[in-house]
């Protein structure tokens, strides 16, 4: 039996708040007598609402008093706006999390730092995909019954939901779930099947995202450092618990822990004996409240360990080395019909020549198979990240100097490896505000020279072309005018050596103007690591690896380095961030 519900109950009530792209997502707060100093953020399962927390929130509430309490509808649920159960991608609903703690750590000043999270099914896969995309710097999560692999129980069912996407972008299921596969609580089951506000609708394409963003989740968890509860249900009919046991086994986080509760059905926070699986993780959100926030720069061993064995030729006698070496004889011969394929061999895969072919996104080549294999080339799903990856940096810097342009005011941009610099022409050339001026630097005089002529052919002012080293400290010294943007972007997944990028970001602080912002990019993943280090070369004739760090890695570089991150973007492949942060004061 469950005690009785603790009395008084907290202060509650309802608002919106935005999310991702303006949409205003409906959410319930529940506040303690006096102002509250921390808070816990609350995520749905999938075809729930945050009205299904309201008894969770009265538990919890009674181990920790001076906690507020907040619950979102995610977008198509609940009282938000949307299709039921839709997205366009399974990644959106993550941004809306992103957007929608954020906006409640302003309204109520309760900073991220106080703050600790809970998720269910859906919901906790929505909350680990935040915490390795975004690396908030919450004090800890709470994962119940995560549903990184639904069971589908049809044979090749995930191949028919492809196959039934491609026919139909806005296809619909109906889910198979009944209330009584859920709980053993027979009052809680009719609750639910009674419940207006939920619907048995899914988007099939939610559906297909949300698997494979949790394989990549599982794949990156040693990147998550949030300390970290997993509640697994004993009797699960609607996930597998294996895809739980190896999120578990990877995630990176120093303080975690996983418990399956014996005969427990998937709504652990709504079985009959939920008050235990309650319990553990009040004590779990309480005892991290009163640990230290620690912050560490240190690098992900798993990462460093990947970058080292690729930086090594695989032995003589493996298939795979003699797999990768016919694939690079294939593209240094006749992947040279291609243009980008062409250009990649003579200035190097990564140089900014190279990636200005990428972001322009036109097949070119000699004779009709040319054309064919630089559209193959094109459409790589690395080189698809990376022009979205010029998307939102574009975006970022129109937003940010938007809001710096005013009458009589200056607004200096500073790109310390920006190669010919197409992004930033294209954004000269929308604004034509000779206010704002640029600085493009890189050390590959080739390109920086194909920038100019690019710069002049569209009649584009404000931009001056500066071959320097962007690890050199003393370039960024005695710079006039002071920068107000300094831009890091595409450079540090090419460097293994973190105190290289300590020495960057410092050199950066120093110069940026006293409100000045550093937009820098991050590459978490690549799903063609080892291929591009095989088989590709770099502007120096070498093999072509890359050092992906996860966000937490770079999170704790920036704090180390006195910055505090304000906005992040990503693609919904989770292969680049970009990353707009301020610079503390120091003392």
Known sequence: MLDPLPNPQPRSGQDTAPGHEGIELFYRWWLPETTPRRAVILFHGGHEHSGRFEELVSRLSEALPDCAFFAWDARGHGRSPGERGDAGHFMDLVRDADSFVR?????????????????????????????????????????????????????????????????????????????????????EARARAEDTLISPRISVRVLTSLYETAERVIEGAEGIRTPVLVLGAGNDWVVHRRAQARFFKRLGSPCKAMKVLPGFYHEVFHERDRALPIAWAADFIGRAFEADLS?????????????????????WYLPRRWGFAATRQALATLGRLSEGVRLGWETGFESGRSLAHVYDDRARGK???????????????????????GEHLRAALLEEITRRRAPGRRVHLLDVA??????????????????????????????LEQGRVEAQARGVSGIVYVRADAFDPASYRDLVPRPDILIISGLFELFEDNGLLLKALEAA??????????????????????????????????????????????EGLLRVS??????RWIDNDGIFTVNLVHKEARS
């Open 103 to 187: 906006a409640v750590s302003e309204r109520h000043a309760i900073p991220v730092t106080n703050m600790a999270v809970l998720g269910h099914s859906v919901g906790s896969v929505t909350l680990a995909t935040w915490l390795l995309d975004f690396a908030p710097t919450v004090r800890a999560a709470v994962l119940g019954s995560p549903a990184f692999d639904i069971k589908l129980y049809v044979p090749f069912a995930r191949t028919g939901l492809r196959l039934m996407q491609r026919r139909k972008t806005d296809a619909h299921l109906n889910s198979y779930v009944r209330p009584t596969m859920l709980t053993h609580d027979s009052e």
């Open 562 to 567: 006195g910055f505090v991150t304000e906005r």
């Open 509 to 554: 602080h120093g110069a940026l103007a006293p409100d000045g912002v550093l937009i820098v990019t991050n590459q978490p993943r690549h799903p063609q690591l080892e291929l591009i280090a095989r088989v590709l070369d770099d502007r120096n004739g070498r093999p072509w690896v890359m050092r992906p760090r996860p966000q937490s890695e770079l």
């Open 367 to 389: 004779g009709r198979v040319g054309r064919l294999i630089d559209r193959l080339y094109l459409d790589a799903p690395g080189w698809r990240g990376i022009r979205t990856r």
């Open 295 to 315: 912050v560490s720069a240190e690098p992900e061993p798993l990462g460093q360990a990947r970058f080292q064995a690729l930086s090594r030729a695989l032995p």
């Open 418 to 447: 920006g190669g010919p610099g197409r992004y930033l022409i294209d954004t000269l050339a929308q604004l034509r505000d000779p206010a704002v001026t640029v600085q493009c630097r890189d050390l590959d005089a080739a390109g």
